[in-house]
């Protein structure tokens, strides 16, 4: 078992490649990551891929003497967007090691979202998966190149990844401070930001996370998510401090994953609420079988988690349920702590700050505010990034004390735990009145025949806005009417201001491709027309 102190001695390793560097010669034939390629759908997956972490290491530097010769170097901007794969981590580790810029892009990134990441950027190479998922990923990079001052150099990095003598790199990087990445938020009313981190933000937030979830090296994690995404990184970081390692599923889908889960043992599975309530279904749908009999945790954050949702998984999965608050800006904010927290603080909140790590609440004015007083949350850290590519947006971002304005809101409880409470552009103002739209969500998804549900404003000439709940059904559930959703809420205390005016029933709620967030704004420009 990994012992405490060897993991934080690692965390203060200045680079993610010394960091891979001292794991490699702590413990070299320990399995790092683990694939299965082409599972089939019964419990028998394809031919299974596992590489060491000394693999990981000496794979990482040929690959990097062969981008060296392609004419990457110190400080070269890359861009690449490529799936979870073992390959992947050890591109980014490679470029890691040369001490490139990396600026990652999810799969699901098109035309519009890709070309502005070029552009913003300036990248002078992109990596691509070729034809992945019927998309043709070079067409679309070539094409794109067309449109720039400078194109950028387009190659594949997918199945096999060409290597060189090591003994032509130069020196790895030393200053672990340097913006080395360039991360993109969501974008979803207008160009996505980039956002600026270093080696050592992604590494004070991996161990955050590290020492929150307290894994052992007997664990064996899981991504199921994109690995472009901050989570990549900052989960990697917990594996190369922990010495444990995880499965990568290229596509995660439900039931298609199970057997790679089974098969290699998961003890740790999640993402976010909308992982825990997939994992879930599946459990109901054979309540007598362990869904995956090794799991002991379900963790995840990035998206609002219901508080009745932590009962239903702890009992029904027969796991431990751990949430958390993180941002593209800040990875790790807050963690349940497994073993620590009580039932109701891992219910009901997303944890407490670790060390190093500071949490404000202030009223619109920056002023501080007493626990338990809802305000917008700001956060100082070294896990806090280091600002955005446009210093615009970076001073906008910055308040005089250098903390970051998250837009979230909430409050710290007395014992220190974080309790979210909305967004301030998530706030609906209804004559005046200012209403939460997730304390409203949260209400509904108490309702026996609602799965998930998005509650947003909609323009309105009498009412400035009007309450619109969006509601994806459960299977079976008989159609709801809204004056259904209204008795449920006033049966639930809401206040009557806060009672939709407007329902609308969806066969599933649009979500992004990376955490599987609901995209509120498809929505209000779905139903955004005036109700008759």
Known sequence: MQSPGTAQSLATSCTLWELLDRRAALTPDAPALLQDESPAPADAPGTARRLTFGGLRARSERVASWLYELGVRPGSCVAWQLPTRIETVVLSFALARLGAVQTPLVPACRDREAGHALRATGAEFFAVPGTWRGHDH??????LALTLPVPPLVF?????LPEADPATLPPPPADGTAVRWVHWTSGTTSDPKGVLHSDRSLIAAGACLADALRLTSHDVGSMAFPYAHVAGPDYTVMLLLRG?????????SLPGALPSYRRHGVTVAGGSTAFYTMFLAEQRKAPARPLIPTLRLMAGGGAPRPPALHGEVTRELGCQLVHGYGMTEAPMITMGVPGEDTDKQLA??????PAG?????TDPDGRPLPRGTDGEIRLRGEAVCKGYLDPAQTAEAFDADGFLRTGDLGHLTGDG????????KDVIIRKGENISAQEVEQLLLTHPGIDDVAVIGLPDAARGERVC???QQRPGAAPLSLPDVAGHLRGAGLALHK?????????????????RKVLKHRLRERYADPQP
């Open 357 to 361: 790590m500071e949490v404000r609440v």
């Open 469 to 471: 709940a969006v509601v």
């Open 244 to 252: 444990c390692p995880a499965l990568l599923l290229e596509h995660f």
């Open 138 to 143: 070079t067409a679309m990079a070539r094409r």
């Open 156 to 160: 594949t990095a997918y199945a096999h």
């Open 499 to 515: 009672v939709p005016e407007q329902l609308e029933l969806v066969p599933e709620l649009p979500r992004n491709d990376t955490l």
């Open 417 to 424: 735990h974080l309790v979210l409470t909305g967004r301030l």
């Open 348 to 353: 009901t909140t997303e944890g407490r700050p």
